[in-house]
Nanobody
Framework: QVQLVESGGGLVQAGGSLRLSCAAS????????MGWYRQAPGNERELVAT???????RYADSVKGRFTISRDNAKNTVYLQMNSLKPEDTAVYYC?????????WGQGTQVTVSS
């Protein structure tokens, strides 16, 4: 069973930055893709950013130019650098890993952006 552990969430003022980390319990080379999703109260979970095993990144339109997804293969960790944060970025952020037909999720980390 794969475990994904997120960290780095917190409270930040609008315009600030946070970096989220997602540590996997096995080599991230084994995943077809890893990514970040978020869910705000009353909303459905939505894609924020994904990174394939071939290093192709995809972003939601709402975060393009502000967020960057990256990975450190040696640490089996994926990151989400979030800059110029806005109150509408407030949500629980979830790490995701896709391996074949298997889809894995972390427990989530809260990001709150105050205006």
């Amino acid at each position: 069973q794969v475990q994904l552990v997120e960290s780095g969430g917190g409270l930040v003022q609008a315009g600030g930055s946070l970096r989220l980390s997602c540590a996997a319990s096995r080599s991230i080379f084994s995943f077809n893709a890893m990514g970040w999703y978020r869910q705000a109260p009353g909303n459905e979970r939505e894609l924020v950013a994904t990174l394939t095993s071939s290093s192709t990144a995809r972003y939601a339109d709402s975060v393009k130019g502000r967020f960057t997804i990256s990975r450190d293969n040696a640490k089996n960790t994926v990151y989400l650098q979030m800059n110029s944060l806005k109150p509408e970025d407030t949500a629980v952020y979830y790490c995701n890993a896709l391996s074949g037909w298997s889809n894995y999720w972390g427990q989530g980390t809260q990001v709150t952006v105050s205006s």
